[in-house]
């Protein structure tokens, strides 16, 4: 371990630990007066989510100390993913039901999410298969796609019908640029890509024109809808989140209230901690603040994007792609709930906001982008000597 340190990549680790402890800090300034309402501790969720901090620290040094070949251990990622997959339909029957979606299972004192363990599955599977079907894929990509296409379609399912949209769309966005990182042709990745703008807008299009009729549509989900077209109309009851996220990004202005002075966070805005912590965070630090915490977090992301480009290995490479792009449409996702550019799916934003579960899969997955790194540079270093 202390001979594999010398390769850690300090453009990933810093950024990642900043955005961490920043994140926790944030955590504690958006969730205390929550907690006190809850007769809590006004520590409560900061607390906890600092342990989750700690131990996913650990847990992405460990991966990051694991040879990378083990990384690649088929029987491994095969157990992996059937148990994703078992997980997510144990999860239909048995699993606690929160904020009207079945997601997740009670595990002594804590609550685990199996869709946010799903999107680091999809992403260590894809990047083995395509790694090893490369050539297959160039040459007759739909018999290539079959075996793949089929347990990821099974995973969406499962997850969508919790039902638990923000988290299906990230995992099918990921699932998509990695197929399109694989060796897919150029002519068939456009094709695809307009097919899938397409149902989007049609699928906007069904909901606009039928609303509840249409029985995939739950009715707080219209709701989301109703909030995204007019959130001022509907700021009694489905546009409150949103109104109120307005009023606390206008409040911060370019230099915010001041730490811990959120006025939105006292019982105006629901999920201060969670979806909307990046309200609470441009309310208490301003515009300013925001900038510095996005510039931070794209910086990460274009450093695992250019990690993947230099990785000569297909695995590795396939594998930071996935990661990067996870982030990405997470952060964008919560973002464009937050300021009303996309109706609110329930996505927190990655290492600022609350959550258990979605801190062991970030860390999870710095772990595996360090591992990579690392074994970039030992090559790079065995090149040049």
């Known amino acids: 371990m202390m001979k594999k340190l010398k390769h850690l990549d300090q453009y990933i680790f810093i ?7 920043f994140g926790t800090l944030m955590v504690y300034s958006s969730s205390s007066y929550v907690a006190i309402g809850q007769d809590k501790n006004p520590e409560y969720y900061f607390l906890r989510q600092a342990v989750f901090v700690c131990i996913g620290l650990f847990i992405s040094m460990f991966i990051f100390s694991i040879k990378y070949s083990h990384l690649k251990y088929k029987k491994l990622i095969k157990y992996t993913i059937i148990f994703t997959v078992l997980l997510l339909a144990y999860l239909l029957v048995f699993g606690k039901e929160i904020n009207g979606a079945k997601g997740w299972l009670d595990i002594g004192p804590v609550g685990v999410q199996p869709a946010e363990f799903a999107k680091i599955s999809v992403i260590w599977y894809f990047a083995y298969i395509f790694s090893r079907r490369q050539q297959q894929i160039i040459r007759d990509f739909w018999s290539s796609m079959k075996q793949p296409a089929f347990l990821f379609a099974v995973i969406l399912l499962l997850i969508a019908i919790q039902p638990d949209i923000g988290g299906a769309a ?7 640029i990695m197929i399109f990182a694989s060796g897919v042709s150029t002519k068939l990745g456009i094709t695809m890509g307009a097919l899938g703008i397409a149902i989007i807008f049609g699928v906007v299009e069904l909901v606009r024109i039928f609303g509840t009729k249409l029985p995939f549509l739950q009715p707080y989900q219209y709701d989301r809808f109703l909030a995204f077209w007019d959130p001022f109309k509907v700021s009694e009851s489905a546009g409150l989140q949103l109104v109120n996220s307005y009023y606390a990004l206008s409040r911060g202005g370019v230099f915010g209230v001041g730490i811990g002075q959120s006025v939105q966070k006292t019982g105006y805005l629901p999920e201060p901690y969670t979806d909307f912590i990046v309200s609470i965070l441009g309310e208490e630090l ?5 900038i510095v915490v996005l510039s931070l977090f794209v910086f990460l992301i274009l450093r695992i994007y250019l990690i ?3 990785t000569k290995d297909p695995f590795g490479s396939l594998l930071c792609i996935g990661i990067a ?11 464009g709930g937050v300021l009303g550019l996309m109706p609110i799916t329930g996505v927190t934003f990655p290492f600022i906001s609350y959550g258990g579960s979605s801190t062991l899969v970030l860390t999870i997955s710095i772990g595996l982008v360090l591992n990579v790194s ?3 540079k030992k090559q790079e270093l065995g090149n040049n000597s």
Do not use: D, K
């Not at 301003?286 to 925001?290: A, C, D, E, M, S």
């Not at 792009?325 to 973002?335: A, D, E, K, P, R």
């Open 15 to 21: 950024p990642y630990v900043i955005l961490s402890i």
């Open 170 to 176: 990230i995992i099918l966005f990921i699932g998509i």
């Open 286 to 290: 301003g515009l300013l603040g925001v």
């Open 308 to 310: 993947a480009i230099r």
């Open 325 to 335: 792009t996870m982030f990405l449409i997470q952060g964008s996702i919560n973002l």
């Open 374 to 376: 690392a074994m970039n």
